[in-house]
């Protein structure tokens, strides 16, 4: 257990928990929901790897109030869910469905109710089906269709949602889902895959303009990052450094704040047209930071498809799922972002972090993870050093409220401060929900500096 007091952070930091629709929702078939792309990538056969699916996943389509309680007695400010797209529009486009966004309506009253601002994320990878058909992301008028469905939502929900975010990390929805296959869509792209990048942004640009009509709440757009640490000190190593970096860090961050494609390999596609880059430039009010952890990167080997080499980070603890847990990444990262894109920088909210540790109830009602309680701790040490250095860091949510469906790795592995049993779906919070809750409690009693 962490024994230093943890610093006191801003009167007004966002304290928050993030989640996404069909990692937690269930209720597929429910209220006129459309099928998304991840309902037939979980349902084909060998994706998943315990062949789970999120039919079912935490059923909190059914159990939301409760999960609004859990939210309450947590004491968070902000809770950020996404909008399945399939149950605002099932065929992705066209009229919504009122029942569909019902669901949402109910949601961010409860959570108002309760003092917690709602953060809606439009877009967390779960395409509808029949745009998929289409052509998906690797087709210009999914951009548009994107647009069109941030109005129809916004149009409901404008007046009461505190932050929108457009995409959730469309650097993974381009690399797992269009480059390696590993997530839904399933497509084997590799670099091919860069369209995606392009049509994600422009879908971004678009739906700010889109969000702006309705709506006169911040817009922001959810990335993830990774520091690059170099694996090597040769000239080759550090062109590969920079190669990995253009690629993971600059390419959805530069064309939003107005530079263009990172220079080095072909990110355009042949698919640009004019007025593009200044749609994607659409001033963002946030910069929603996903952080994990630090990659390590050297020269390729001979004849390697890519122009790097990931290899394993030494020197850190390691979660379930073997990433490390190095808060002190996050700290570079922020600086980073700092130093590269500067007046150009918006605030930042850090839209994600966590870790998975395999969590199980002890016996007694408890669920111990003293992992997580040190990597919330060393994380939230990382944010506040980052705001002495000068970044400008309004918010931290936690991945996540609940143990939920992990994509494809399917019900094994757990990020949630609230252990989930799926067989009975019986919520218990795990040791670090009230660590956190008595961190918040005591910042938010704070007097301002
Ligand atoms: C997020 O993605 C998602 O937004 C969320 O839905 C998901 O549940 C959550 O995180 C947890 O996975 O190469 O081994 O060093 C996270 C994206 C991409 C972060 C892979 C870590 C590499 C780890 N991740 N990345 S490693």
Known sequence: MPTEPMPDFPAGFRWGVSTSAYQIEGAVGVDGRGSSIWD?????PGRIVDGST????????????????????????????????????PGG?????????????????????????????????????????????LNRDTAHRFAEYADLTAARLGDRVK???????PFVHMSLGHGMGVHAPGRML???????????????????????????????????????????????????????????????TDPLLGRGYPAGQDFDAGVVRDGDLAVIAAPIDVLGVNYYNPTA????????????????????????????????????????????????????????????????????????????????????????????DGVDVRGYFVWSLLDNWEWAEGFTKRFGLVHVDFDTQVRTPKSSYAWLRDLIAASRRAPAA
Request: charged share 25%; proline share 8%.
């Open 40 to 44: 037939t990538f979980a349902h084909s």
């Open 54 to 89: 999120g039919d079912v996943a935490c059923d909190h389509y059914h159990r939301h109030a409760e999960d609004v309680d859990l939210m309450a007695g947590l004491g968070v400010c902000a809770y950020r869910f996404s909008i399945a797209w399939p149950r605002v529009q």
């Open 93 to 137: 486009t066209g009229a919504a469905n009122p029942a569909g966004l019902d669901f949402y309506d109910r949601l961010v009253d409860d959570l108002l109710a309760r003092d917690i601002d709602p953060v809606a994320t439009l877009f967390h990878w779960d395409l509808p089906q029949p745009l998929e058909d289409a052509g998906g992301w």
């Open 163 to 169: 932050l929108w975010i457009t995409l959730n990390e």
């Open 190 to 252: 590799l670099f091919d895959a860069f369209p995606v990048a392009h049509h994600q942004l422009l879908g971004h640009g678009l739906a700010v303009g889109a969000l702006r009509a309705r709506s006169t709440s911040p817009v922001a757009i959810a990335n993830n990052y990774s520091p690059v640490r170099l694996a090597g000190d040769t000239d080759a190593d550090r062109a590969a450094a920079a190669a990995y970096e253009a690629l993971h860090n600059r390419l959805f």
């Open 297 to 388: 990167v050297r020269a390729p080997e001979e004849g390697s498809p890519l122009p790097f080499d990931l290899v394993p980070l030494d020197g850190y603890p390691r979660t379930a799922f073997d990433w490390p847990v190095a808060p002190d990444g996050l700290r570079d990262l922020l600086g980073w972002l700092r130093d590269t894109y500067r007046d150009d920088l918006p605030p930042i909210e850090i839209t994600e972090g966590g870790c998975a540790y395999d969590d199980a109830p002890d016996g007694t009602g408890r669920v111990p993870d003293p992992e997580r309680i040190a990597y919330l701790d060393g994380h939230l040490r990382a944010v506040r050093a980052a705001l002495d």
